[in-house]
């Protein structure tokens, strides 16, 4: 079956600019996570998503960063004023339930370049 | 959520088991071992979880010590398509926003034919 899928994969931004990543999740997923991956790091927890709510924003570096899932499917991470330090991979991940442990599916990241 | 130390790299013979280990000494009662992966250019892969008995699927084995202050991640009959980043991660299972996963930086393991 189809998986997560993110889109661009890749996205070269000049340092000002604004840019939209997507997330796909797997069909009837309620739980959508979004993490950074600097380089040569592990990734780091963003926030997240029950359906449609935000419940969780606390890694979210600044204000420019904003996070949505109108519909409590698709979502979109939306970089203001792309800064140098925002270059990294970006990763979304889902999961079917809320309660107690299931494995969180990942996508294969949108690699965020700001020149 | 409990540190986990490992090993930042590690080769391994095509073939041969390979043995990846965790520190993870102050894990709390309620804390579970997960293990993830990731392959080059792609995102993390649920491998393994467990709480204090040892746990094996299709694709590893889990092995706990008793006082559950370190485990090792064993896969059996490691192939190229096996070289990846291996990360252990220690949380608590409540469901919900706490299902983030915290991730260190990870053994990048190095299959060799």
């Known amino acids: 079956g189809a998986g997560v899928s993110q889109s661009p994969r890749y996205k070269v931004a000049k340092r000002g600019q604004d840019v939209a990543l997507r997330c796909d999740p797997i069909s009837g997923h309620v739980s959508l996570f979004w993490y950074q991956q600097a380089l040569g790091q592990g990734p780091e927890f963003l926030t997240y998503f029950q359906n449609e709510a935000q419940l969780d924003k606390s890694g979210l570096p600044s204000d420019r960063f904003f996070a949505e899932r109108p519909e409590g499917s698709v979502s979109t991470l939306k970089i203001q004023r792309t800064q140098q330090e925002d270059s990294a991979v970006y990763l979304c991940?889902?999961?079917?339930?809320?309660?107690?442990?299931?494995?969180?599916?990942f996508g294969p990241g949108t690699r965020l370049t700001v020149l | 959520d409990a540190k986990t130390t490992q090993p930042t790299s590690m080769d391994c013979a095509e073939g041969r088991a390979a043995n990846l280990p965790c520190n993870h000494s102050t894990i709390s009662g309620n804390e579970y071992v997960y293990w993830y992966r990731q392959i080059h250019s792609q995102g993390p892969q649920y491998i393994i979880h467990g709480l204090k008995n040892n746990e094996t699927n299709e694709m590893a084995s889990l092995i706990i010590t008793e006082d559950r202050k370190s485990s090792t991640l064993i896969l059996p009959h490691a192939t190229l398509r096996d070289t990846a980043v291996y990360y252990c991660i220690v949380r608590v299972d409540y469901g919900g926003a706490t299902n983030k996963l915290i991730f260190g930086t990870g053994t990048l393991l190095a299959v060799q034919p």
């Open positions: 991940a889902s999961s079917p339930q809320t309660s107690r442990f299931y494995e969180q599916f």
